[in-house]
T-cell receptor
Framework: KQEVTQIPAALSVPEGENLVLNCSFT??????LQWFRQDPGKGLTSLLL?????REQTSGRLNASLDKSSGRSTLYIAASQPGDSATYLC??????????????FGTGTKLQVIP | EAQVTQNPRYLITVTGKKLTVTCSQN?????MSWYRQDPGLGLRQIYY???????DKGDVPEGYKVSRKEKRNFPLILESPSPNQTSLYFC???????????FGQGTRLTVV
């Protein structure tokens, strides 16, 4: 069974710091991995999608990497800003043992960027 | 504007009273899905649909029904809601199942 873990559960950093959020998954047979941010009371906003054949994706100050063999993805945020404060979620798309497509989410890292 | 729209945003209902949460997308996406989000458990997939008239169970389908009669709409039906279905619900869509997913704003459901 695929399990997705995000550590730490919460993180507080001063503004301007570069930071790394981690996402680990137990089954490397994934189709893709997607990073989201979720603001309180809001829906999920897609940040980056990495297909299984890719190693990384970049968008502005965000860079996500994927290492399937080790079951890890990292989200790098450069020069953090208070507006980056949110909960960050990763999700993997995969097939289960029965051949059915599944989406498994991590429980998220709650980030606070202090001005 | 490209978006996924859920209604209602907030709903309080009583045990056993049938309800429907609507989801509509204007991006002509083929893949749509429903999730529930609970503290400590994260988001879990309830049902998904690959295309019109094609639906399948996710991880937690018990107590829910869905239908996909047209491409843009994917309603979630609770025939007889129970308090353990109190949760935050999200609808999502994507062009295909392995492409970028877009989420609605969520529906907070309370069953008393």
């Amino acid at each position: 069974k695929q399990e997705v873990t995000q550590i730490p559960a919460a993180l507080s950093v001063p503004e301007g710091e570069n930071l790394v959020l981690n996402c680990s998954f137990t089954d490397s047979a994934i189709y893709n991995l997607q990073w989201f941010r979720q603001d309180p009371g809001k829906g999920l906003t897609s940040l980056l999608l990495i297909q299984s054949s890719q190693r990384e994706q970049t968008s502005g100050r965000l860079n996500a990497s994927l290492d399937k063999s080790s079951g890890r993805s990292t989200l790098y945020i450069a020069a953090s800003q208070p507006g980056d404060s949110a909960t960050y979620l990763c999700a993997v798309k995969h097939m289960n043992s029965g051949g059915y497509q599944k989406v498994t989410f991590g429980t998220g890292t709650k980030l606070q960027v202090i001005p | 504007e490209a978006q996924v729209t859920q209604n209602p945003r907030y709903l309080i209902t009583v045990t056993g009273k049938k309800l429907t949460v609507t989801c509509s997308q204007n991006m002509n996406h083929e893949y749509m899905s429903w999730y529930r989000q609970d503290p400590g458990l994260g988001l879990r997939q309830i049902y998904y649909s690959m295309n019109v008239e094609v639906t399948d169970k996710g991880d937690v389908p018990e107590g829910y029904k869905v239908s996909r009669k047209e491409k843009r709409n994917f309603p979630l039906i609770l025939e007889s809601p129970s308090p353990n279905q109190t949760s935050l619900y999200f609808c999502a869509s994507s062009p295909d199942w392995d492409t970028e997913a877009f989420f609605g704003q969520g529906t907070r459901l309370t069953v008393v």
